[in-house]
């Protein structure tokens, strides 16, 4: 098994909204705003190569949106996802799978694209197949109130009416499935948004953990430090002191999705919780 980051774009958002009820005062130490309170995020996608299989976990925005679109998240820096993979002698064809940890746009947005006279939209990975859960899909395409903005339909359809469209099986008992059908095992989480998937890989005898929206950076290692976008935020504090205690103990390796400045960490126990032990580069970690 190989592993590659592959990073989709940079854009920002509120610092605010990332950290929820968290002072500013407290935050910006960790995950410094500019003058617009903007902080930096990143959307760092993981490749999975095992035999002939090649899988992208989570695809970024895409470049399909407007120019109004894109304004409000104040793209920055010059990655893409085509240059990342043929960094790694990989292209969109080469890809098998596609797996979204859930449909909010900037995680999934780029697993669609225009057609090539702009008339629809079709698969950006033409030879993949694209899996989410059930449970999530219904959630998605009947999104409420505080999560519509998130759940584009033009990223959602065109999955289902390509027939590229896959569902994960789900946990019968507990919340985790150790052998999915793809090459990982998956934690199933719902503070963030119903039936969020946090893939596991074991990769040369660690563990790599894509983490998602369940700990977007760095900054939000504090348990009580959880999104204002999240829709059961109480829930959340509870499935991510659960996960970091589990982390902890078992040396977890954590990705981080949404940190531009921080890759890969550890974790360890103390008299103050849980505190970071190691930061990593994907080139350390992956020896790329």
Partial sequence: MNLYPIEAGNFKLDGGAMFGVVPKTIWQKTNPADNNNLIDIAARCLLVENGNRLTLIDTGMGNKQSDKFYGYYHLWGDHSIDKSLAKYGFSRNDITDVFMTHLHFDHCGGSIEWNKDRTGYQPAFKNAKFWTNKNHWEWAVNPNSREKASFLK????????????????EPINGDFVEQSELDFGVLFIDGHTEKQMIPHVNYKGKTICFMADLMPTLGHLKVPY????????????????KFLDIAATNNFYLFLEHDAH??????QHSEKGIVLKERFTCNELFSL
């Fill in 226 to 241: 959880v999104t204002g976008y999240d829709t059961r935020p109480l829930l959340s504090l509870d499935e991510k002191a």
């Fill in 262 to 267: 921080n890759e890969i960490v550890t974790v």
């Fill in 154 to 169: 033009e990223n959602l359809l065109p999955m289902q009416e390509s027939g590229h469209l896959h569902f994960m099986k």
